[in-house]
């Protein structure tokens, strides 16, 4: 299927800057593209690549000001990385879905399932399972008893869910998610045994939120561990009991957050962060990568790095400095040595 | 159901302060804590719920003393959070177990499974796997062949154990974990290519061992790989080959454990800790969360934090002068200027 | 299966110093070694057991010289390790491999499947699949429509690969990895909401690649993700959509690498680093475990640590002041206090 600059300017709501009639089949990354591809430019690091690049159309920001002469075709629309989502997201579309309920699943009578659902081979739904219209299960993936999954979510494969989780619509859980597992609470006994606190509580992900490969959350001990709507994990993260995310936070992969620990909405928080049980994360707060959240941050829109961590700003000027530490030490070593001298000589 | 507040401290061997006849059906936060609801009272962070909350009963450590009055019914026993642990686990109980074995599984008749097990779809169980009594093993978990489990073991859904596995009884192991995966070894070869070294070795669990969901656990090069009895491991942990962790130690979330290391007993062990491999922890031991440990910890009961880690409380100090570096530099600045200008003056 | 001193020396192009009549008939660790196995020491750490090692076997590096007596037969090798992995791995295939395609798989008719190869039960291949010959597949692994699997590889239980992915020859693929997710793209909307970007590319193992379990890859945005050929990640790795890793490049546990960072080859990275996104790694490189990558490595071998990571020396040296900045900070005091005394000295 081809489609002319014009057509896909018409589509985006963008303008056409050099052949309009010019037609392209597929897409490519701007350093590697081909003729007759579309490629986009919104990453300046990027820009180098658009005066050589061989795509034939390239979606650039309206504002975009080539600094060379540019052989592709530009349509320049009001924010290129979303345009080329939107056209990414008719791309997918236009492929297919799955349909159809497999009868390799095992699905457990009591439940409902809504219409045009996609359940694969070999998933397991569990007693009382609630499912949605157009929600799609893949392959060996397992949803617990009393478990309830809304419209238009994505469940791929081997997702394991356990008994009493609710998914709201049009969220996607990635393979290998867990949801629900129990909390990490045990009571210290005599005889530094530990009594196993049981985990009573559930899991809840409201709508529109997306969960990444392999990504871990526990169920609460009493209540639920709540994931409110518009929540982006990455893969790999570990949510523990009684925690709450705030709408639209976009944590990245391998990051840990623990118990019954309170996250704003519009945080972004790196990969590899630590935050420990108990704390208030304000709303808008952004953590960088790696860092090691001690304690509750309280002011709206902070940004903070380090182990523990603190006001990034304070954080980039110590690190300088740290590099440095032995220089420094060598001068504090110098200035003793004349200070003794001075003294010396002061005698 | 519903239980009267004397009923309860009966159960719990408590003092009841307050009305003993007033009833309560479910268990509630104490934050959340309504009508008709029991809660509990032991992590002193939140007592200031205690003021206010609307549970009818709150259970409370012997030596609680209220600064304000409280309209809940207080029932006070020796160790609040245990206490509640005990009730919890009376309301999990009552709600019944999994039973029966599926016709769905794929079970080799060569192994040996003991009484009322629970089995579910499409678990795979290879041959000459010994599974013991009140054993339950949730849909799309494989068992590879030659494996032990013991009694009273839970393992949920899509857990993974290779061949050769041994666990104890009274173990949980929760969804997604791996037991048994090869050991990273490889002999670099020349042109820089690696040859694998087989894992000829296995998996280890002994009693009362919970392993947290995705955690990977790999089988040793040779002999064991081992988690002695009442280890309790958290979500999303690596245990590489030939690693040895001692009795009732706890480890939490992300943490990695490279091989051969061996860590005593009782110890505790924080989120996203690294630890290197072929060394020694010593018994009771706590690292802090994000730490690095680069070499062996021999005195027992040493607290460590930091990458690489040394004693807390040095840590501590040093991370209040990091924060200040950029002042002390510029101390050290002004301390060199007035040096400078002391020699000037002397001269 | 017996095999004596001198057979084992054959075999290993090895010399016998000892009685070469000597027999063993399965291998164990030095510092377990029973009579009648075999064993060996590569590592010098371990130096300290063959003086007492019960081992009847014990294969050395050809310069190895004992500093006591030893009672065990020595065989000399050029690399004692990569001789050790060779027995291992004749000890292996004598083993036997899984066979056959079970029944209780399910494979679309419309894909291409090699000789001698084993599907376990409740596998679940797609549409349009190409599977080589001899490749293993486990029990619940699901690959997904028109993917490509080559020969000799290994596909351990639970594996979930995504549509479109392409595995070359002998890899080894362990329990729960996960190839294809979606990579973490949102382009952000107006109020605060997120829109997802399709991810419509690929992820591509070349041959000989090693993935350890749990380890998770997504899928490029446009294009591929590249694992070269010899690469072996460990468990809980995090790969991220269009990141390239370049031959035999080696990296340990639980390390995340973000997205478009192209890493070179023969490097070697520890466990739980932090690699941030469209960066450069040159080749040779070494980062040190728990290290941040802020920004591109272009020196070839270069050797870092820290977070964010600098060359490893200037780091240890910074660390070593960073341990002592109360000492520091306290000099500087007294510094302070004498500078003023001696302004005061000069009033």
């Known amino acids: 299927m081809k489609f002319t600059a014009r057509q896909i300017a018409l589509t985006l709501n963008g303008?056409?800057?050099?052949?309009?009639?010019?037609?392209?089949?597929?897409?490519?990354?701007?350093?590697?593209?081909?003729?007759?591809?579309?490629?986009?430019?919104?990453?300046?690091?990027?820009?180098?690549?658009?005066?050589?690049?061989?795509?034939?159309?390239?979606?650039?920001?309206?504002?975009?000001?080539?600094?060379?002469?540019?052989?592709?075709?530009?349509?320049?629309?009001?924010?290129?990385?979303?345009?080329?989502?939107?056209?990414?997201?008719?791309?997918?579309?236009?492929?297919?879905?799955?349909?159809?309920?497999?009868?390799?699943?095992a699905i457990d009578p009591?439940?409902?399932?809504?219409?045009?659902?996609?359940?694969?081979?070999?998933?397991?739904?569990?007693?009382?399972?609630?499912?949605?219209?157009?929600?799609?299960?893949?392959?060996?993936?397992?949803?617990?008893?009393?478990?309830?999954?809304?419209?238009?979510?994505?469940?791929?494969?081997?997702?394991?869910?356990?008994?009493?989780?609710?998914?709201?619509?049009?969220c996607t859980l990635h393979a290998g998610v867990v949801l629900g597992s129990d909390g990490f609470g045990f009571a210290p006994q005599e005889e530094s045994d530990y009594k196993k606190v049981p985990q009573i509580g559930n899991v809840v992900l409201e709508d529109r939120v997306e969960i990444g490969a392999n990504t871990t959350?526990?169920?609460?001990?009493?209540?639920?561990?709540?994931?409110?709507?518009?929540?982006?994990?990455?893969?790999?993260?570990q949510v523990a009991h009684n925690v709450e995310i705030g709408e639209n936070t976009v944590i990245a992969a391998q990051t840990g957050i623990s118990g019954s620990t309170r996250i704003g909405k519009n945080c972004m928080i790196g990969g590899q962060v630590g935050i420990i049980g108990h704390l208030t994360i304000a709303d808008g707060v952004m953590i960088a990568a790696q860092s090691g959240i001690g304690k509750s941050i309280k002011k709206e829109g902070e940004i903070v790095e380090g182990s523990p961590a603190f006001p990034v700003r304070d954080f980039k000027r110590a690190y300088i400095h740290f590099r440095r530490l032995e220089s420094m030490a060598k001068r504090i070593d110098e200035l003793e040595k004349k200070s003794e001298s001075t003294e010396k000589t002061d005698e």
Chains 1, 2, 3 share one sequence.
């Open 15 to 105: 303008k056409v800057q050099g052949d309009p009639d010019i037609e392209v089949s597929s897409v490519s990354k701007i350093e590697k593209g081909e003729p007759g591809t579309l490629s986009f430019l919104a990453n300046p690091a990027y820009t180098k690549y658009i005066y050589d690049t061989k795509a034939s159309v390239v979606i650039v920001n309206e504002g975009f000001e080539p600094e060379h002469e540019i052989s592709a075709t530009l349509i320049r629309v009001k924010d290129a990385y979303s345009a080329f989502a939107t056209l990414l997201e008719m791309y997918q579309q236009a492929k297919g879905r799955k349909t159809g309920i497999s009868d390799k699943a």
């Open 110 to 170: 009591s439940g409902k399932i809504g219409k045009d659902v996609y359940i694969g081979e070999f998933v397991v739904i569990g007693k009382n399972v609630i499912i949605g219209d157009r929600t799609l299960i893949y392959p060996n993936t397992v949803i617990g008893d009393n478990s309830r999954i809304g419209n238009d979510t994505c469940i791929y494969a081997g997702v394991k869910i356990y008994e009493d989780t609710v998914i709201g619509d049009q």
């Open 217 to 237: 959350i526990d169920r609460a001990t009493l209540g639920s561990t709540v994931i409110k709507r518009g929540v982006k994990l990455d893969n790999l993260i």
